[in-house]
């Protein structure tokens, strides 16, 4: 029953690659349970994470960062519970972080024994301001760090062969690093990683949105093009959302290039959080992109988010808060109206004012309208109409919307549909 509406056609050049629209879905990793967990007042306990856990899962997501176990004992704990308790399906790969400390790196693999398919993730911040200021090094130091955590994660995989082991690697402060360096140490830790024969991600962190989404974009597509190893990784993007451009900068990074996006949902993580996955799949959904997760039942989304993280959701947030499907205007209701009852279930969408069809996130069409001062005589009439099977002449709709709107104006708010009703038939019917 799916409908999407039509991908605007903008009139620029035939281009390829990078390319000015997403055709294909890139590959979800959801961070939640790490980079949304580790921005919690009061992280997540093991019951919670479960509960996080079995949502992923649900919606389909296939790559899931679950922690950074050899920092933390109820992460360490709770990716024991998945092997141990056999929660893990086949087809899904469990995620950790850790630092490039061989200590790290050993007790990470502890936490991961008996996994099917697991991520070994390091990283090292690479940009002027951590190397200078915070770790006292220079270039070549930073580097070094990477490629001995890169030989440490081969070691360790070599000693655990019943795990299908892929690596990620993360320059973290990608975006706020000179290009030529985040490109040469990357290359320097797939160059050591590559005769492993395992996948590597090479995952770039706008790990403090610091700039334009274009200019992040612009990045990722340099460093695509510059790797001598682009045909032989995945590149993956982590983004984060300090300018309000988080969603923005994925998107555009697929267009530059990045085969894969971690993000959360609903956008918790660090500060402003880490870009929205919610918002960026239900982005390509309603250009007809098949974002490849079932976001169907957006009501039981928002009830686990709210109850692992304790942050209630804006009743604004794109897609899923709560007024996000309703029209207060009179114009709106107006040509909401209209379009609705011109819609065929067999076409593509195209409500006005209504990017998606709201019945495809689980919320209804009762939602849509609601009555106010604000409102005009379309509001009224398909309340009316809608709710009570009354299809009124042009004059009464005039009529009776001023009537309603009298009353909006008297208590200085919504008028719900059942008030609507008695106003009209007292006024009209009773009399
Ligand atoms: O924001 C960031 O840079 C991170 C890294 C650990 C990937 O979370
Ligand atoms: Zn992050």
Redesign the pocket.
């Known amino acids: 029953h799916r409908k999407y509406r039509p991908t605007p056609v903008i009139s620029i050049a035939d281009r390829q690659w990078p390319n000015n629209t997403i055709s294909t879905t890139p590959q979800w990793c959801s961070?939640d349970l790490r980079?949304g967990n580790q921005a919690l007042v009061e992280p997540m306990n093991v019951q919670q994470k479960l509960r996080m856990w079995d949502l992923l899962v649900k919606l389909g997501f296939t790559q899931i960062e679950v922690g950074f176990p050899a920092a933390s004992q109820p992460d360490f704990d709770f990716v024991r519970v998945l092997i141990e308790e056999d929660r893990i399906p086949d087809n899904v790969t469990i995620q950790v972080l850790t630092q490039a400390r061989e200590e790290l790196i050993a007790r990470s693999y502890e936490a991961l024994k008996g996994a099917k398919n697991a991520i070994v993730h390091v990283y090292n911040s690479t940009s002027p301001v951590q190397r200078e200021r915070v770790f006292g090094l220079d270039k070549k130091g930073i580097s070094n760090i990477a490629i001995q955590g890169a030989k440490w994660v081969k070691e360790y995989a070599i000693r655990q062969p019943e795990t299908n082991w892929s690596f990620q690697y993360s320059p973290e402060s990608f975006s706020s690093t000179e290009i030529e360096f985040a490109v040469e140490v990357s290359d320097a830790v797939i160059a050591e990683w590559r005769d492993s024969g395992n996948p590597i991600i090479i995952n770039l962190?706008a790990?403090v949105e610091c700039a334009s989404p274009n200019v992040f974009a612009d990045q990722v597509e340099w460093f695509c093009r510059n790797t001598r190893y682009r045909k032989d990784i995945t590149v993956s993007v982590?983004t984060?959302n300090d300018r309000g451009c988080g969603v923005a900068a994925g998107e555009l990074a697929v267009m530059a290039g990045a085969d894969r996006v971690e993000g959360t949902l609903l956008g918790n993580?660090?500060r402003t959080g880490?870009m929205d996955i919610v918002t960026m799949a239900m982005n390509l959904y309603s250009q007809g992109v098949d974002p490849g997760l079932n976001l169907a039942d957006m009501d039981e989304i928002i009830a686990v988010v709210e109850h692992c993280t304790a942050i209630p959701l804006h009743p604004r947030h794109p897609y899923a808060g709560e007024l996000v499907f309703t029209a207060f205007s009179g114009s709106h209701q107006d040509a909401i109206r209209k379009c609705l009852s011109k819609q065929q279930a067999d076409e593509p969408w195209q409500v006005a004012y209504l990017p998606i069809d709201p019945a495809d996130l689980g919320r209804s069409y009762e939602a849509v309208i609601r009555i106010n001062s604000q409102s005009g005589k379309g509001g009224v009439s398909w309340v009316l109409e809608n709710d009570y099977g009354l299809e009124l002449p042009r004059w009464l709709q005039i009529d009776a919307s001023r009537m309603v709107q009298a009353r909006a104006e008297e208590i200085s708010g919504e008028v719900t549909s059942a008030q609507i009703w008695d106003l009209f038939d007292a006024h009209y019917l009773q009399t």
């Open positions: 961070v980079d962190p790990t982590h984060h993580g660090e880490n």
